[in-house]
């Protein structure tokens, strides 16, 4: 995993049992990690620093959707990691629609949640990729790099392009083997670095 700062995570999640799993993840994989924890947007507390947030988007009271304008008041350069059950291209569409900055399915693997979380750190922290300048990607894989910087798994990348899930995985391969790195994570970084996603 890419090299950073001490990151600084809001959970925002009604379900406490999902929180506290999800809280184990976090301090397994992004170890030194300060986390933070809500229960609706409501009971968002006043805190000076939240590097990123994860939120689901059924919450009681104001919902997911509709709570990224108000975390973004609070909080308006951090990114914002929608959390959901239904990963369905409409959601994930109206969760970019309403300002999310990636979407992460509750189906997905400790692992992958991790990574989509690092990406989304990639923003405000030092990565140390340490590859060179690519010459060339070619169109797909310039529109899969995009979603990959959304943080969108290989299942969703597939349903957005109508591909078959093993044609993504030569794509993210190709990718990583472009950028000389090991990680979906390390890739979005280096390319970011190098100005090829904003």
């Known amino acids: 995993m890419p090299a950073m700062t001490t990151a600084h995570i809001l959970l925002i999640d009604d379900h406490a049992m999902f929180r506290s799993g999800l809280r184990m993840v976090l301090n397994a994989g992004i170890p030194d990690s300060v986390i933070l924890e809500a229960n609706s947007i409501e009971s968002v507390g006043d805190e000076k620093r939240v590097d990123v947030v994860v939120l689901d988007i059924k919450l009681p009271g104001t919902s997911g959707m509709e709570g990224i304008a108000r975390i973004k008041q609070k909080w308006p350069q951090t990114p914002v990691l929608m959390l959901s059950s239904l990963?369905?291209?409409e959601t994930v569409k109206l969760a970019f629609a309403h300002g999310a900055t990636g979407f992460?399915?509750?189906?997905?693997?400790?692992?992958?949640?991790?990574?989509?979380?690092t990406q989304a750190l990639c923003d405000i922290s030092v990565c140390e990729a340490g590859c060179t300048r690519p010459k060339r990607l070619t169109i797909r894989q310039h529109e899969v790099l995009d979603l990959l910087g959304q943080g969108l798994s290989n299942k969703l990348i597939a349903r957005q392009f109508s591909l078959s899930e093993n044609t993504v995985r030569r794509h993210v391969q190709d990718i990583l083997e472009f950028f000389q790195v090991a990680s979906r994570a390390e890739a979005v970084c280096a390319a970011r670095r190098q100005g090829l996603l904003h």
């Open 87 to 89: 990963d369905t291209p």
């Open 104 to 117: 992460i399915s509750k189906a997905e693997t400790a692992e992958r949640i991790i990574e989509a979380i």
